[in-house]
């Protein structure tokens, strides 16, 4: 309940301080939550990398929030917007190393490529309710501040800080869907899967680089945020069947699957039905939806790529 009560709050936030606080929030009950089997080593050590993490990225980016308070006067994010409009600020070293700094923080909350290598460990040793939890509301919290960020802070600085989201978009789908290949455990390869769903909610973010103007980054918000909701519904319901399942297979391999649809005809179908929303495809519909309109941004935005 805190971590969600805090969650709510950080999409309001509109000040680093306040949003730098709330983010930490979001996670201090996540540690708890990973390590609740005390009997299990896995969970005591999933938790533990979870908490180490956490500490090394909010120090990262209080870094670079300091740089940026230096460089513009100001931890309000209108006035940052207003400051880095401003020739004088834009030129100064420091306030493009505070701005990327401050998302290369973000980037580990959302597990972002390279900043990924926390969330298989931490999935696979926490119990999976706790994992799905992760996926969706802590990931959604990393995200939503970064939206908030670019679009009410840094949106001047587009030109700096998009293509950095967009290499990190394109190298967070391809090195979430490769590895996931190779994945045996059915909550480690969700958890891959969670890393390059967050390169598709990156790649609209990336467009700003190429035209940063307010109709612009708000287009690319918006896909943003329409395949964020779509991605929380469908992964829920995925990690949710695994949960199901895993109740009478605890050891989570994917040849336990097999002959599920024999066995436990309802979860078979409902798991395929998720799967094919998060890869996109038909009778998904809302994933089709949810990849046609971060795709449809990134092109019309001319990056193809």
């Not at 949003?19 to 999933?46: C, I, M, N, T």
């Not at 990398?49 to 120090?59: C, G, M, Q, W, Y």
């Amino acid at each position: 309940l805190c971590s969600v009560a805090v969650a709510a709050t950080l999409a309001a936030a509109r000040d680093l301080a306040t949003l730098v606080v709330a983010l930490e929030v979001v996670s201090l009950p996540g540690f708890e939550l990973v390590g609740l089997r005390r009997r299990d080593p896995r969970s005591s050590e999933a938790a533990l990398t979870f908490f180490l993490v956490s500490v090394i990225s909010v120090a990262v980016m209080l870094y670079g929030v300091s740089l940026v308070y230096g460089a513009t006067g100001s931890l309000y994010l209108d006035r940052i917007a207003a400051a880095l409009a401003d020739p004088a600020s834009r030129d100064n070293p420091a306030t493009s190393v505070g701005v990327l700094l401050t998302l290369v923080g973000l980037a580990f909350k959302v597990s972002a490529v390279p900043f990924h290598f926390w969330a298989p460990d931490t999935y696979a040793g926490a119990p999976v309710t706790v994992a799905a939890y992760l996926s969706v509301v802590s990931k959604a919290a990393g995200l939503v501040g970064l939206v908030v960020v670019v679009s009410q802070g840094f949106g001047p600085y587009a030109d700096v800080w998009g293509p950095v989201v967009a290499v990190l978009a394109a190298l967070t789908m391809t090195v979430g869907n490769v590895v996931a290949l190779r994945q045996r455990h059915a909550v480690r390869l969700l958890a891959w899967s969670s890393i390059a769903q967050a390169g598709y909610l990156l790649v609209p973010l990336g467009v700003a680089s190429t035209d940063p103007t307010d109709a612009v980054l708000g287009q690319a918000l918006s896909a943003t945020v329409a395949y964020l909701c779509i991605y929380a519904v469908v992964n829920l319901g995925a990690f949710g069947v695994v949960a199901v399942v895993s109740r009478h297979r605890p050891a989570g391999l994917l040849s336990d699957y097999r002959g599920l649809l024999r066995t436990e005809p309802g979860s078979a179908i409902m798991l395929a039905f998720f799967l094919l929303c998060l890869a996109g495809l038909p009778p998904g519909p809302a994933g089709l939806f949810a990849k046609v309109v971060v795709f449809e941004a990134a092109v019309s935005g001319g990056l193809g790529w």
